[in-house]
């Protein structure tokens, strides 16, 4: 719904310039038909650029620090010990005394 209640004069003016192009294959109202048109291109335009401007940017560092800092970050705890090797090819946690990985051969730091 807010969808439509931003977009909603766009969508008139839309509507109403496409009926002065279908005024303007008659006869008679050519000319008032393409004035009623390009009217309803213009409002049309014009109210896309008040929607856009409503918007705002949703990257603005202007508003950075309006909402609040996050709590800080408790580091996970590691699942192997200190004296132990991780692997980071294939995530193998081989004693420290390995120079390489047991199952890929990669070397562990």
Same mark, same amino acid.
């Given at each position: *719904?807010?969808?439509?209640?931003?977009?909603? &004069?766009?969508?008139?003016? #839309?509507?109403?310039?496409?009926? @002065?192009? #279908?005024?303007?294959? &008659?006869?008679?109202?050519?000319?008032? &038909?393409?004035?009623? @048109?390009?009217?309803?291109?213009?409002?049309?335009?014009?109210?896309?650029?008040?929607?856009?401007?409503? *918007? &705002?940017? /949703?990257?603005?560092?202007?508003? #950075?620090?309006?909402? /609040?800092?996050?709590?800080?970050?408790?580091?996970?705890?590691?699942?192997?010990?200190?004296?132990?090797?991780?692997?980071?090819?294939? @995530?193998?946690?081989?004693?420290?005394?390995?120079?390489?990985? /047991?199952?890929?051969?990669?070397?562990?730091?």
């Amino acid at each position: *719904m807010k969808f439509f209640r931003q977009w909603a &004069g766009v969508i008139a003016s #839309l509507i109403l310039a496409g009926s @002065g192009f #279908l005024v303007s294959f &008659g006869k008679d109202a050519h000319y008032f &038909g393409l004035l009623f @048109g390009s009217v309803g291109l213009v409002a049309a335009a014009w109210q896309a650029w008040q929607v856009k401007k409503e *918007m &705002g940017d /949703p990257y603005d560092l202007n508003k #950075l620090w309006d909402s /609040p800092l996050p709590e800080d970050i408790q580091p996970e705890a590691a699942d192997y010990e200190p004296d132990q090797a991780y692997c980071h090819r294939c @995530g193998h946690i081989v004693p420290d005394d390995f120079a390489r990985c /047991p199952d890929c051969g990669e070397r562990v730091r």
